[in-house]
């Protein structure tokens, strides 16, 4: 009598081996990718891009660039959100290239800033990385909203004055008026605004005139007019 336990056998490897193959998923494994391909999906499915897996460190805000993480299938929206070290575009390009992603109104993202040397996307939101130092917006009892601009969570580091701009430090509510009075560098002006964006501030103020914006020791730093000035401001402004 034939002995049948081979075909079942057979049967099951073919089921499970088209379960793991058929899906059209394909996954990076490690720094290389797929044996060190980098993973590209084949077939028109879905590629899995997982960020723990790149290179985030950086010395300046220039070694970084936007990229979409987590699961990406045909059709899907390719917006960023995420950011690694531009040494690993290509590993990632090579991943998503066979994907087709849809035509997306994308939000508009800010640019990705190199924070504790490390690739960071700031969105002025209370789940940003720590290093953000965003600001919580706390509703006040007559229904006002406020955020606390932390100066010492901002660049403020320099080569010249055109590297600096003016902001307002401290807590801001809504209503108040945004004078300036301190300095941070250029590169953090996108995640100021979008901290401030909520709260209705006013511009038309009667604020009094601005110090110089100016770059000392390669910190931005604001010179006023008084005599008590940070160190290496002209003497009264």
């Known amino acids: 009598m034939p002995r049948r336990a081979p075909l079942v056998t057979s049967a099951f490897l073919l089921a499970s081996l088209c ?125 006002s909203v406020c955020v606390d601009v932390d100066l010492s969570t901002y660049d403020q580091s320099c080569q010249s004055a055109s590297d600096c701009v003016d902001i307002t430090a401290g807590t801001i509510c809504t209503g108040d008026c945004t004078c300036g009075g301190a300095a941070i560098n250029a590169s953090g002006e996108a995640r100021y605004e979008t901290t401030l964006a909520s709260l209705g501030t006013s511009t038309a103020c009667p604020c009094p005139q601005s110090g110089a914006i100016a770059c000392i020791q390669n910190k931005c730093t604001v010179c006023g007019n008084g005599p008590n000035q940070p160190a290496g401001c002209p003497a009264g402004g």
């Open 19 to 143: 379960l793991a193959a058929c899906t059209g998923k394909t996954s990076e494994s490690g720094p290389g990718g797929a044996g060190g391909g980098g993973g590209s999906a084949s077939g028109g499915g879905c590629v899995d891009v997982e960020l723990s897996t790149y290179d985030l460190s950086c010395q300046q805000d220039s070694d970084c660039i936007v990229i979409s993480a987590g699961q990406i299938c045909p059709g899907d929206c390719d917006c960023g959100g995420s950011t690694i070290n531009a040494s690993g575009q290509a590993r990632y390009q090579s991943a998503v290239s066979g994907i087709q992603t849809g035509v997306c109104g994308c939000p508009l993202e800010n640019e990705p800033q190199c924070l504790g040397n490390v690739c960071t996307i700031c969105r002025g939101i209370p789940s940003d990385p720590p290093a953000c130092g965003s600001a919580v917006a706390d509703a006040g009892a007559d229904g």
